[in-house]
């Protein structure tokens, strides 16, 4: 999957849950390139959400409810993601 595909699909599994407002979200990848377990498939990316419910929440919860939405595309196609809740 490309990146702008992922980007795409990511942003529509969030926003249909009914907990978040907004998302944005920033390819980092090239932060990644010069490592050793870098993998052309895998992406890096900073997700910013806005959520009344999430910010309720503690940070580990919200996290964790975040990445079961994204389960597969995290499993499949990210090496690494930042979250940050406004």
């Not at 978040?20 to 997700?47: A, G, M, P, R």
């Amino acid at each position: 999957m490309d990146i702008e595909n992922l980007i795409k699909n990511i942003k529509a599994k969030l926003l249909e849950s009914s907990i978040i407002q907004s998302v944005k979200i920033e390819d980092k990848t090239h932060l990644h390139l010069k490592h050793s377990s870098h993998d052309k498939n895998k992406f890096h990316l900073k997700i910013t959400i806005n959520s009344s419910k999430l910010n309720e929440m503690s940070k580990i919860d919200a996290t964790k409810k975040i990445y079961h939405i994204l389960d597969h595309e995290i499993k499949n196609y990210i090496h690494s993601v930042q979250i940050l809740f406004e």
